[in-house]
């Protein structure tokens, strides 16, 4: 998901597909478990609050959840 907003700011460089990447330690998925959590915390907040906003950003995260849970080359 991260790469995904990033891409939405900043679209370089743009690919059809950029590849399985491979967690090697645990810990470098902790700064984008992070951000996910918090942008996830806000959109419960924004449901209660904002519900607009809320929506939106709901559909963020159900648009991209198949993507993001099961990749494309998953077989």
């Given at each position: ?9 900043w679209p370089h460089p743009l ?37 607009v906003w809320g929506f939106l ?19």
């Amino acid at each position: 998901m991260i790469r995904y907003l990033r891409l939405a700011v900043w679209p370089h460089p743009l690919a059809i597909d950029y590849g399985t990447f491979w967690i090697e330690h645990p810990f470098a998925i902790l700064p984008h478990m992070v951000i996910v959590l918090a942008l996830l915390a806000a959109t419960v907040v924004a449901l209660v609050r904002w519900p607009v906003w809320g929506f939106l950003g709901s559909w963020f995260f159900l648009i991209l959840a198949p993507s993001s849970v099961l990749p494309a080359r998953c077989r």
